[in-house]
């Protein structure tokens, strides 16, 4: 069964997302069934288009953009955000998850959002995409990976000062991420019995305790009830020994305690070939992982090399589901 194609959200207008769909359309046609759901006015000018009235209709509109409608207010105005259009935006983005959800998307590719205008312009009551994506598919557990060619990371505490990070680790916590984590290699990649690497907190995982004691006292009990259960985990490992490349053909995803400790490594190997990957949702989610850019937009300086590899995931984490 071939999957549906990928719904690419056009995110903020202002933004690089505009210019980054066709540039993607451009590398990928024939090769990444997806269209593009946004205000075509937003297009950069003299990119070539097309309007579905859907997405069944992608693989038989030529070879032009497929974009299907929904317009925005006000004019394209690259590198200033409206605020008047953020209600467009929001919609775009419950527009594709709902496509997704019946199937006739076979996922989602979230091109990047703008939050400061989305609070000013449609109350945007949600720190960014995840938190807004878990609300629409009515699930709170989910985790945020960041993969790329080399390297799969997943950080148990993400955007929080690194003060709080000892509070906010609890068992409870780094369980669920984990079988999360675990549940996706093997659902959404295909990975029959993956391995799992877990990072300690402390520098040289504590030491014996030496240098804390949350190796001892959280992540070891965790890692040992879940390797009961058949799980391949290794750890609590030395962050600073996990990421040479023996280390790293030694297991499928690497989990790491911060935001810092799981994204530092993985941006270091390949900087723009990294996706944003939700797992724990009902429905397939990547991004690229970078802002909105507002300094080069509308100027055909974006890189579209993360969104490129973002829509590829889709379509292979789609075709693995299918």
């Given at each position: 069964?071939?999957?549906?194609?990928?719904?690419?959200?056009?995110?903020?207008?202002?933004?690089?997302?505009?210019?980054?769909?066709?540039?993607?359309w451009e590398a990928l046609h024939g090769k990444v069934p997806f269209f593009l759901i946004g205000d075509p006015a937003h297009l950069p000018e003299g990119m070539d288009w097309v309007e579905i009235a859907a997405p069944d209709e992608v693989s038989a509109r030529g070879t032009a953009l497929p974009v299907l409608p929904h317009r925005f207010e006000g004019p394209r105005t690259?590198?200033?955000?409206?605020?008047?259009?953020?209600?467009?935006?929001?919609?775009?983005?419950?527009?594709?998850?709902?496509l997704a959800a019946s199937g006739k998307a076979g996922g989602v590719c979230t091109l990047p959002i703008h939050k400061q205008a989305l609070q000013d312009g449609a109350g945007f009551g949600f720190p960014g995409h995840t938190e807004f994506l878990a609300h629409l598919c009515d699930t709170s557990d989910v985790v945020m990976m960041l993969a790329?060619?080399?390297?799969?990371?997943?950080?148990v505490t993400i955007h929080i000062p690194l003060s709080e990070v000892k509070l906010a680790l609890t068992p409870e916590?780094?369980?669920?991420?984990?079988?999360?984590?675990?549940?996706?290699?093997?659902?959404?990649?295909?990975?029959?019995?993956p391995r799992l690497a877990v990072a300690g907190?402390?520098?040289?995982a504590g030491e014996g305790g030496r240098m804390g004691r949350e190796e001892i006292d959280v992540i070891a009990p965790v890692l040992d009830r879940l390797r009961s259960e058949g799980m391949r985990i290794v750890g609590p490992l030395s962050a600073d020994t996990?990421?040479?490349?023996?280390?790293?053909?030694?297991?499928?995803?690497?989990?790491?305690?911060?935001?810092?400790?799981?994204l530092i490594p993985i941006?270091?190997?390949?900087?723009?070939?990294?996706?944003?990957?939700?797992?724990?949702?009902?429905?397939?989610?990547?991004?690229?992982?970078?802002?909105?850019?507002?300094?080069?937009?509308?100027?055909?300086?974006?890189?579209?090399?993360s969104t490129i590899e973002a829509l590829r995931m889709a379509w292979q984490l789609a075709g693995a589901r299918s």
């Open positions: 069964m071939t999957a549906a194609p990928i719904a690419l959200t056009i995110g903020e207008p202002a933004g690089i997302g505009p210019e980054l769909a066709g540039m993607a690259p590198g200033r955000p409206q605020p008047a259009q953020a209600k467009g935006v929001v919609a775009v983005i419950e527009r594709a998850v709902a790329g060619p080399q390297l799969r990371v997943v950080p916590l780094l369980e669920t991420r984990i079988r999360i984590t675990h549940r996706a290699l093997v659902t959404q990649f295909g990975i029959a019995q907190l402390n520098p040289h996990m990421f040479h490349a023996a280390a790293r053909s030694g297991y499928d995803a690497a989990i790491c305690m911060y935001h810092d400790q799981a941006k270091t190997l390949d900087f723009d070939r990294g996706v944003n990957v939700t797992l724990g949702l009902p429905i397939i989610r990547t991004s690229p992982d970078h802002g909105t850019a507002f300094d080069i937009a509308g100027t055909g300086q974006a890189n579209p090399t």
